[in-house]
């Protein structure tokens, strides 16, 4: 029923287990508590910052050029080079504009269905 409802937003139901038994143990905090391990470097704000600079500068820059430029791995580049090419303004000629347009009409306007049978 919850599935149904939430979609794919929905707490599988083994972590919901989890979370009661945590709860049940005297957990109060539902925030992520700290883990030990390595923090995570390639990530950080004016990491993500260069890589978007760079993009604007040079659109045609390469995932390795961007990971060697910015000192991180070719893969968090990757990951960062997807996030940050949305935020690249596109440009459209006048044809694809009016393509768009009429896409657009389309959609919300339909064609009334005509009746042909008599």
């Not at 890589?51 to 500068?57: G, H, N, R, S, V």
Request: with cysteine.
């Amino acid at each position: 029923m919850i599935n149904e409802a939430l979609g794919d937003s929905c707490m599988s139901k083994t972590q919901a287990y989890e979370w009661y038994k945590e709860f049940k143990a005297g957990r109060e905090i539902v925030e992520d508590l700290p883990r030990s391990g390595r923090p995570s470097t390639s990530t950080t704000a004016d990491k993500i910052d260069r890589i978007k600079t760079l993009m604007f500068e040079n659109r045609h820059m390469s995932v390795r050029e961007l990971a060697q430029e910015c000192d991180v791995t070719t893969m968090s580049a990757h990951g960062m080079k997807r996030v940050a090419a949305r935020l690249v303004p596109k440009e459209l000629n006048v044809l694809q504009k009016e393509h768009r347009k009429q896409v657009a009409l389309d959609s919300w306007f339909p064609e009334p269905i005509v009746d042909q049978t008599s």
